[in-house]
């Protein structure tokens, strides 16, 4: 069964033609809730550990993917505190 999702928006980027190759659309994924196409990543994840009972998620990344990630374990009441203090263990 899939999880139920956490979803603050995202997958609504809206196809933009490119005036310089006609005929052809790409998706303008700033209209995603952090504005990163890293929002479809993080929704299946962090859906995915909250609906098997995980408290906290956990990425390694000092971009998009990490803020793409807190928004949505913020979103599904998973983040309980963050370091930026730029530790990562080994």
């Not at 890293?38 to 956990?58: C, L």
């Amino acid at each position: 069964m899939l999880p139920a999702p956490v979803s603050p928006g995202e997958g609504g980027a809206p196809p933009v033609p490119l005036r310089h190759l006609p005929g052809v659309r790409i998706n303008d994924e700033r209209a995603n809730p952090t504005g990163s196409f890293k929002d479809r990543m993080a929704s299946p994840a962090v859906s995915w550990a909250r609906d098997r009972g995980f408290g906290t998620v956990a990425v390694a990344s000092t971009g998009h993917a990490a803020v793409s990630t807190a928004a949505y374990a913020a979103a599904a009441w998973a983040v309980r505190h963050g370091r930026d203090d730029g530790y990562a263990p080994s």
